[in-house]
């Protein structure tokens, strides 16, 4: 490579709002019911049906947009988007393509320490299409199945302006777009069940140049990592194709999980004419200030201003505070916690270290886990209380994990309570000390690793059991008397 | 005289105090229908077990509704639960709603007999009903000549009394015009006070259900029955309905008459032209002010009409594919093939023509060129009546340039046949309430005046009607298709 490059991203995001019912029928929006029973003729498009807007979907898109520091239009308006797919009963999708909700936002992101402002294009109001369930592959199959459930749920496009220059700030933008919309409470932003799914443009440019390269669009991103390896493999296959002299088209691509690379699925030839018109169907939507007002005022904290909180009251280091303000559930159990147990920082290093290890391990989210944050703080209170040590704790904390029981029941079930008795421990001691006189010589010239097989064989006795503390203390006065 | 003569009034004093039962009535009719469906052609289905069975009901139970008992027909485009609603397309051959359309329910509330569904241009596009799958509708005035549409099912049922009144669906004047060929009372109220759900949508922002009845009374009550709003619908409009036959007296004096000086003009025939003036006249001798006025802009309605209304038809009809609806060709291998040629085979010819103009002006070279430019037109002719209506209540016109057409007599010539939108088309460029009225006769065959309100103003447009009727016969004249009179 003889060139610098830059590397230029801009994200779509689609997040499905999660209003109990979709965004022009009645129909429950409820994920996993049985194929087909979610569905009315308004939203399998029955002739002569007529969309009628859900109120809390347009909320909802308020609610995000102001999360998102964007323009509420006063008037926005839904446009028919034509194409023909069999999940789309219609034949056209109701989407809001040239008067948006929301424009104009941003996002504050950070990558190693370093803040940086990612614009917000606009952000609109739509319906998702259904679902096709082939029978084996698209290619291969005798025929498809569709699946209506998902048909008519009310989603929200969120489009980036091309600011990201990275993969990592790629994935940085999305965790804390996530963030934003769980905290904000509009939806379920889970990437598996796919009511977050984000497209990813990307171009290369040579470090300097003001204008921006042929763009590629990659579908088909269905987590985190996906976004990131993706954008590193696109990044780099442009730039060697542009080292080579090759010309770049702009194309949609779409990304091989398997295989780690992303495939040409079609050129901008190909591309649909959509024949965009106002939706007749429908009036346009006048948002008011109060309305503006009312939902700004019902505003739960976001993950900025509770990342700030957590530094200003509660004392925690930035970095914990980034951490616990990732999803709301976690800020929920550890405020739930502190209010319990007001030591922040010895509960934010738990959930940091211990809890997160645990769902990382299991693959879990912390709203899924047994565990309550009252039990944690039981357990931290037994350790202050010296009943157990803090090794101990751990062994106990992920028995609560897996088990949902209390700590001290199964401190008791499983004999972990803590040795401090000081006569106990005097004569295991005595025992030790007498068994191996030439550690004693040892010790006694000298050697401080004496002192430290000693505890060792103390603690292999207890079964770690041995108050650390006194023990020491103990030996101390045992070996002073040799 | 008749029973199938009578209007909704006079059968319902008939009902109400006993003189015949609801079942009487419906076999009257049906007898009716037997005689003279085979000349006249209006329907597309029969619903007489329904229709029996609905009077059973009645009889056995009745109840005090205005149109209770009474039997009436609906335009095929209108659904109906458990009846197969075609919009006289071979798309929608063996379609069953599982709904009622809300008008559809709304006659059913008030224990209204549905005789069956009635003929139309393949979804209500076209004004001769010669665009239906299945046949064309005679005008029984004269059965070599057509009835009009593209609710010509609903008129000639009508006019034939083959029903006593019937509901269409108006997008350029589709109510009004078969009205007034077939010597009928014919109304499209405004835009938003009639619900859209159920009626399969040709031209959502300007389609609208409205009322063909024998009298302007009759229409009233009609309009009484199926206007309000509709939470179903979202262009529907919220406002207070009133009783339209309250105080419906024709007395008109002092009502403020314009007629726009563009719709009297060149192509308009003369004998109408005559007899809407003449009418004018009277409506000066009882009382009104008539002022001759001027509405430029009515020139684009009818190519802004052709531009919108196709494009909305050809996504509106985009979901009749072959995966959910219609006609599927099950030959084809792949699912491109698959709508290319269930929809080949499920539409007729103007339908399709109505598709490739409305991709074509909607598509992104031409959007705005077209769609955008007939867009602007529409607000400056909307802004025209809007203007005219400062200093007026009410705006008449024509509704047609000529009397009802022969079979194929535009065959060749479809700009010509469109051009019988012109006086219709601006109303509902506007979302304007519109009626057409009978005015006279020429040559043997009935003419329509058409009469054009501010919005939701109905009832200024029912009582101007009423004043024309009252001073004339022409409602009482009934074509003479056999049968005893
Ligand atoms: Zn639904």
Redesign the interface.
């Known amino acids: 490579m003889n060139r610098e490059y830059e590397i230029v991203v801009g994200l779509e995001v689609h997040v499905e709002l999660k209003t109990k019912t979709k965004i022009f029928c009645s129909c429950s929006t409820e994920f996993g019911a049985e194929p087909n029973t979610q569905v009315c003729p308004g939203c399998a498009g029955f002739p002569g049906t007529l969309p009628v807007l859900n109120r809390k979907v347009v909320e909802y898109g308020i609610k995000t947009g102001l999360a998102l520091n964007c323009e509420i239009a006063e008037m926005s308006r839904f446009d028919r988007k034509n194409y023909f797919y069999p999940d789309l009963p219609k034949a056209y999708q109701i989407s809001q393509f040239y008067m948006p909700i929301c424009k104009n936002g941003y996002l504050d992101i950070e990558v190693d320490g370093a803040k940086k402002r990612i614009g917000i294009t606009r952000a609109h109001l739509e319906e998702d299409a259904g679902k096709l369930v082939h029978q084996g592959t698209i290619t291969s199959t005798e025929y498809s199945l569709v699946d209506l459930n998902r048909g008519g749920m009310g989603l929200l496009e969120i489009v980036s302006e091309p600011d990201i220059r990275s993969a990592q700030e790629a994935r940085a933008y999305l965790e804390k777009l996530r963030a934003v919309l769980l905290f904000a409470g509009v939806s379920d932003c889970k990437m598996q069940e796919g009511s977050l799914r984000c497209d990813a443009n990307v171009s290369v440019r040579p470090r300097g140049q003001k204008e921006l390269g042929t763009r590629v669009e990659i579908k088909n991103l269905n987590s985190f990592r996906a976004l990131e390896k993706s954008i590193e493999y696109e990044a780099s296959r442009q730039i060697n194709a542009i080292e080579d002299g090759e010309e770049l088209f702009q194309e949609t691509r779409t990304w091989d999980e398997e295989k780690q690379v992303t495939r040409a699925m079609r050129s901008k030839e190909d591309a649909e004419d959509y024949r965009y018109f106002p939706d007749p169907d429908l009036a346009p939507v006048y948002v008011s200030q109060e309305w503006i007002a009312e939902v700004s005022a019902s505003m739960p904290e976001l993950p900025d201003q509770a990342r700030q909180r957590l530094v200003n009251d509660c004392g925690l280091p930035d970095y914990d505070a980034s951490i616990l303000t990732l999803t709301p559930a976690t800020l929920k159990f550890f405020d739930e916690a502190v209010t319990e147990y007001n030591q922040p920082k010895i509960v934010s290093n738990w959930i940091m270290g211990e809890l997160n290890r645990l769902l990382n391990v299991n693959n879990m989210e912390i709203e899924d886990s047994r565990l309550v944050p009252g039990e944690m703080v039981k357990l931290l209170k037994l350790i202050d209380a010296g009943t157990i040590s803090g090794k101990i704790a751990k062994t106990v904390f992920e028995e609560m994990f897996s088990t949902g029981k209390e700590p001290e029941q199964i401190i008791k079930e499983k004999g972990l309570v803590q040795i401090s008795d000081e006569d106990t421990l005097k004569a295991m001691i005595d025992d030790i000390v007498a068994a191996n006189p030439k550690v004693v010589e040892d010790y006694k010239n000298g050697k401080e690793k004496a002192f430290g097989f000693f505890v060792g064989q103390l603690m292999k006795a207890t079964r770690g059991q041995a108050n650390p503390a006194i023990v020491n203390k103990l030996l101390q006065e045992r070996l002073s008397r040799e | 005289m008749q029973l199938y003569d009578m209007t909704i009034s006079e059968l319902s004093v008939l009902i109400k105090e006993r003189k015949i039962s609801a079942q009487e009535l419906t076999r009257a009719y049906l007898q009716r229908i037997d005689e003279v469906e085979e000349q006249v052609g209006a329907f597309i289905t029969r619903t007489d077990e329904l229709a029996i069975q609905q009077a059973g009901e009645f009889d056995h139970n009745p109840v005090n509704k205005p149109l209770a008992g009474i039997p009436y027909g609906l335009k095929d485009n ?2 109906t639960r458990g009846v197969r ?1 075609t ?1 006289a397309s071979k798309m ?1 051959g063996d ?1 069953v ?3 009622n ?1 809300r008008v559809a329910a709304c006659l059913q509330d008030q224990q209204g007999i549905l005789l069956g569904k009635l003929n139309l241009d393949e979804f209500a596009m076209g004004c001769s009903t010669e665009t239906s799958a299945f046949k064309p509708t005679s005008n029984p005035w004269d059965l070599q000549r057509l009835a009009g549409g593209s609710s010509g099912g609903s008129a000639a049922a009508v006019a034939a009394g083959e029903v006593a009144y019937s509901l269409g669906t108006d997008t350029g004047g589709s109510i009004r015009q078969p009205a007034a060929y077939c010597g009928l009372v014919g109304l499209k109220p405004t835009y938003g006070l009639v619900s ?6 040709n ?3 300007l389609d609208q259900v409205g009322v063909i009845t024998r009298d302007v009374w009759d229409c009233a009550l009609v309009l009484n029955a199926i206007a309000g709003y509709d ?5 529907s409009v919220k406002i207070d309905v009133p009783d339209y036959t309250a105080d419906l007296s024709g007395d008109i004096k002092g009502l403020r008459i314009a007629y726009p000086r563009e719709y009297f003009q060149n192509n308009t025939d003369t004998a109408i032209v005559e007899q809407v003036k003449r009418a004018l006249h009277e409506y000066e001798q009882l009382g009104a002010i008539v002022e001759e006025v001027s509405l430029p802009y009515s020139e684009y309605a009818l190519p802004a009409y052709y531009i919108i209304s196709r ?2 038809a ?2 509106n009809l ?4 072959g ?3 219609g006609l599927r060709d099950v030959k084809a291998d792949n ?1 491109a093939d698959l ?1 290319a040629d269930s929809r080949a085979a499920g539409f007729g010819a103007e339908v399709k023509l109505r598709i490739l103009l409305g ?1 074509y002006v ?3 070279d031409y ?1 705005e060129t077209y ?1 955008l430019k007939a867009m602007k037109a529409r607000r400056l002719i909307h802004d025209d009546f809007t203007r005219v209506f400062e200093n007026h209540d009410i705006i008449i016109t024509p509704t047609t340039p000529t009397t009802a057409f022969q079979r194929d007599e535009f065959r060749s010539d479809l700009l010509n046949l469109y051009r019988n939108d012109i006086l219709t088309v601006p109303v509902n460029m506007a979302g304007l309430p519109g009626m057409s009225v009978p005015c006279g006769f020429i040559d043997g065959l009935p003419a329509g005046m058409q009469l054009i309100g501010k919005p939701f103003k109905e009832k200024m447009l029912l009582n101007a009607a009423l004043a024309f009727e009252q001073a004339h016969d022409y409602y009482k004249a009934r074509p003479n298709l056999g049968g005893d009179r």
Do not use: M, N
């Open positions: 209108i659904c609603t919009c929608l379609f709603p599982a709904y359309a859209r759900f159920g009626a399969i949508a031209t959502s922002s939470p179903q619908d979202g262009t494009a909305e050809s996504t985009a979901r009749y594919d995966v959910q609806f699912v709508y991709s909607l598509s992104a959007y769609y």
